[in-house]
């Protein structure tokens, strides 16, 4: 076999690798990352804003949440150290998952709404002084927010 049939069976060879590899590489960070298009994860941390819901730089889509907007709030203590503190308006979310070891706060009179309650897990990491409006009349157990006002 000549020299230059070798060099091009090698170089068809490492572009399929490559190419192969990339696509593999993409379809792992898809899963790594783990969320569908609608879902905004808190990151927090940013200077001066640590633990602001309303601040865009603290979500993973440099977006504040809104109302089609699948909330994850993660364990932060290994990265930002920041929980999100919701301080004032209203916040909403189409669902919410708090991780164990996480906590969401709903300062004083600030109000958070959740319109998919039914596929919210958060249990006892709430901690509220303003409002909790859960949009789904079967749903409101497990909450254990500090004196908020829990409203179906």
């Not at 940013?46 to 993660?74: H, L």
């Not at 990265?79 to 999100?84: I, N, V, Y």
């Amino acid at each position: 076999m000549k020299k230059s049939a070798i060099t091009t069976i090698g170089l068809v060879f490492t572009a399929l690798f490559l190419l192969l590899s990339s696509a593999a590489f993409t379809q792992w960070s898809n899963i790594w990352k783990g969320a569908p298009e609608g879902t905004n994860i808190w990151k927090g941390g940013t200077p001066g804003m640590e633990n602001d819901w309303n601040c865009p730089k603290n979500w993973s889509k440099y977006k504040v949440p809104d109302a089609f907007s699948d909330v994850i709030i993660p364990d932060v203590s290994s990265t930002t150290l920041a929980m999100p503190v919701i301080k004032d308006g209203r916040a909403e979310a189409h669902s919410l998952f708090i991780y164990p070891a996480a906590s969401l706060t709903v300062a004083e009179p600030a109000q958070l709404v959740v319109y998919q309650p039914e596929s919210a897990y958060f249990r006892d990491y709430i901690h509220a002084k303003g409002q909790l409006f859960f949009i789904n009349e079967n749903y409101a157990k497990g909450v254990q927010a500090t004196t908020a006002s829990v409203k179906q």
